[in-house]
């Protein structure tokens, strides 16, 4: 699912303001703690989308994106969505889900 989060405040360069960002817990896990794991997704530049962590999402109508974008898997982190969450924008598709889960696979050395 893609969210608009408040990021707001940060720390050194972490990824900051009023963005879109996708939930990376499962469903069981959502529904019964209020702390979720997300990543945030920012603009596509050339530069970000030669990172392998970085992947690139099409705006669509169903993921509620404007532009092309990227989602910043090194960016992850755990938000506290009753204080946190701003909207709900739409939903990615499962093959790119699996694209996430694999850069996030790298991100924390999960093989």
């Known amino acids: 699912m893609v969210l608009d989060v408040n990021l707001d405040p940060t720390l050194g360069s972490e990824t900051g303001k ?6 990376v817990t499962n469903d069981v896990y959502n529904q019964r703690v209020p702390v979720i794991q997300v990543v945030p997704i920012t603009a596509w530049s050339a530069k970000k989308a030669k ?17 092309k974008s990227v989602a910043d898997c090194l960016q992850t982190r755990p938000i506290d969505y ?6 709900i924008r739409g939903k990615l598709t499962h093959k790119k889900m699996n694209e996430i889960d694999q850069a996030l696979t790298i991100v924390f050395e999960l093989n």
């Open 51 to 67: 990172i392998a962590t970085n992947i690139e999402i099409n705006a669509t109508r169903s993921n509620g994106l404007s532009k």
């Open 82 to 87: 009753r204080h946190r969450l701003v909207g």
């Open 18 to 23: 009023i963005r879109p960002c996708i939930i």
